[in-house]
């Protein structure tokens, strides 16, 4: 059952990633391919706790992704409401 349970946080991981890409500055058919390449690289890891920590770290970078896109908003609307 937890394989299962697993198998849906890794997809549903990669599907908000992948999501949360299109928006990225170097554009986004860039971050889909290193997207791509980092699951693909880690495919055959079958021990739980490894793949929980992966998920973990999956999540740090949809924060990290979220806070620079939220850093760029930040600095367009500053830059068309006042003047340097």
Do not use: S, W
């Not at 980092?38 to 055959?44: G, I, L, P, T």
């Not at 973990?56 to 949809?62: A, F, K, S, V």
């Amino acid at each position: 059952m937890a394989n299962n349970e697993l198998r849906y946080a890794v997809k549903q991981l990669y599907k908000t990633l992948i999501y949360l890409g299109r928006d990225y500055p170097k554009g986004y058919g860039y971050f889909r391919e290193r997207c791509h390449r980092a699951f693909m690289k880690n495919k055959n890891i079958e021990d739980p706790e490894k793949i929980r920590e992966m998920i973990g770290r999956g999540e740090y970078i949809i924060k990290e992704l979220e806070a620079l896109y939220m850093l760029r908003k930040y600095r367009a609307m500053k830059k068309r409401y006042y003047e340097e």
